[in-house]
T-cell receptor, first 113, second 116 residues
């Protein structure tokens, strides 16, 4: 079964710290992977989308990498700020499961001043 | 641009009642989908559509119906509500999830449904 896992479920860091969020998946035949941010009571906002042919994508202080052989993606947040506090979810689309994104349960991040 | 609009924001139903959750997007997206989000389980795909007149099942389709008569609208119908359908429902859209030009998924703000 194709699954996406995010560990840890929650993370608390001091402001200014560089941090890495992890996403692992069970099938190396991944088509693409997206990272999302969700604020309490809100919908999800797409942060980065990585195609299977790419190794990483960057947007501002965010960098996402994709390693198909190890079944891992990481989201790197540089110089974290309290405004980064949210739940971060990753979602993968696998070859053979087109148009069906499979989500991880998310990592709840708290950045404290 | 309004993006993806979902109505209502909140709904309480009694077991056995039916209702329709509305979803509309103004971005001319071909792909639309419905997810439910339950605590600790992430989002699970209910149904999706790759264009007007085309729908398909996701991971948890039982108890739900969809139709796509226009590009803009993708309503989700609960046929006979059950307490197990208590959840937060999200509608999402994209130009396309496949191909070299696959694009990000845009989400609405959700409908919180309680079935008693």
């Amino acid at each position: 079964k194709q699954e996406v896992t995010q560990i840890p479920a929650a993370l608390s860091v001091p402001e200014g710290e560089n941090l890495v969020l992890n996403c692992s998946f069970t099938d190396s035949a991944i088509y693409n992977l997206q990272w999302f941010r969700q604020d309490p009571g809100k919908g999800l906002t797409s942060l980065l989308l990585i195609q299977s042919s790419q190794r990483e994508q960057t947007s501002g202080r965010l960098n996402a990498s994709l390693d198909k052989s190890s079944g891992r993606s990481t989201l790197y947040i540089a110089a974290s700020q309290p405004g980064d506090s949210a739940t971060y979810l990753c979602a993968a689309m696998f070859s053979g499961g087109y148009n069906k994104l499979i989500f991880g349960a998310g990592t709840r991040l708290a950045v404290h001043p | 641009n309004a993006g993806v609009t979902q109505t209502p924001k909140f709904q309480v139903l009694k077991t056995g009642q039916s209702m329709t959750l509305q979803c509309a997007q103004d971005m001319n997206h071909e792909y639309m989908s419905w997810y439910r989000q339950d605590p600790g389980m992430g989002l699970r795909l209910i149904h999706y559509s790759v264009g007007a007149g085309i729908t398909d099942q996701g991971e948890v389709p039982n108890g739900y119906n969809v139709s796509r008569s226009t590009t803009e609208d993708f309503p989700l119908r609960l046929l006979s509500a059950a307490p197990s359908q208590t959840s937060v429902y999200f509608c999402a859209s994209s130009y396309s999830l496949e191909g070299p030009n696959s694009s990000p998924l845009h989400f609405g703000n959700g409908t919180r449904l309680t079935v008693t």
